[in-house]
């Protein structure tokens, strides 16, 4: 079974800031990653996925996570934060090892992009 | 726009009562998800088709039901509804089983009154 954990239900932020949106993983098994956006009243929209090889993976929207198989950890970063940035994002695992392909998510981080 | 098409999308309606919700998936992909998501539970993993037939099972109550049909679109069925069935439900497809990724629809938000 694996679990995720968002270590910030809310992180405020100005315009232009660098953001890390934190995620740290529990598994058994050896685990595909990813982070999903959820903007408001819409659904969740796939920013990056971790399946395997290089460690740091970059998404759309200029979002990049890394990797870390001994933290266990996968935590997502912008170099610069533009207002239209504001949503909830969640990171989710699932096994690598088939027998089920769903997602386990985390409760999620309110990123909000202040001017 | 995902390609995973929920409808309706937004269902009020009362206690004791029964719905359908129902989910078109990507062109072409086989598996279907179903997942809840509210305030206090955030997104939980209900159920998976992959090809009709049922894969996996979440914490699916026994008053919830699906099914995947023949040409692929699947239906959740929520009879008795309780207050505490109020949420967004989710559909998300993926073309296959490992090395895949999952496409959500919009969601059908649920109000049970």
């Known amino acids: 079974a694996q679990s995720v954990t968002q270590l910030d239900s809310q992180v405020p932020v100005f315009e232009e800031a660098p953001v890390e949106l934190r995620c740290n993983y529990s598994?058994?098994?050896?685990?595909?990653l990813f982070w999903y956006v959820q903007y408001p009243n819409q659904g969740l929209q796939l920013l990056l996925k971790?399946?395997?090889?290089?460690?740091l993976v970059k998404g759309i929207n200029g979002f990049e996570a890394e990797f870390n198989k001994s933290q266990t950890s996968f935590h997502l970063r912008k170099p610069s934060v533009h207002i239209s940035d504001t949503a909830e994002y969640f990171c989710?695992?699932?096994?690598?090892?088939?027998?089920?392909?769903?997602?386990?998510f985390g409760k999620g981080t309110k990123l909000t992009v202040n001017p | 726009d995902s390609g995973v098409t929920q409808t309706p999308k937004h269902l009020i309606t009362a206690t004791g009562q029964r719905v359908t919700l129902r989910c078109s998936p990507r062109?072409?992909?086989?598996?279907v998800y179903w997942y809840q998501q509210s305030l206090d539970q955030g997104l939980q993993f209900l159920i998976q088709?992959?090809?009709?037939?049922?894969?996996a099972k979440g914490n699916i109550l026994e008053r919830f039901s699906a099914q995947q049909f023949p040409d692929l679109h699947s239906e959740l069925n929520l009879s008795s509804l309780e207050l505490g069935d109020s949420a967004l439900y989710f559909c998300?497809?993926?073309?296959?089983?490992?090395?895949?990724?999952?496409?959500f629809g919009q969601g059908t938000r649920l109000t049970v009154v």
């Open positions: 062109s072409g992909d086989l598996s």
């Open positions: 998300a497809s993926s073309a296959g089983l490992l090395n895949t990724e999952a496409f």
């Open positions: 088709y992959y090809n009709g037939e049922e894969r």
């Open positions: 598994s058994s098994v050896s685990v595909y």
């Open positions: 989710a695992v699932r096994g690598a090892q088939g027998g089920s392909e769903k997602l386990v």
């Open positions: 971790y399946l395997s090889g290089s460690t």
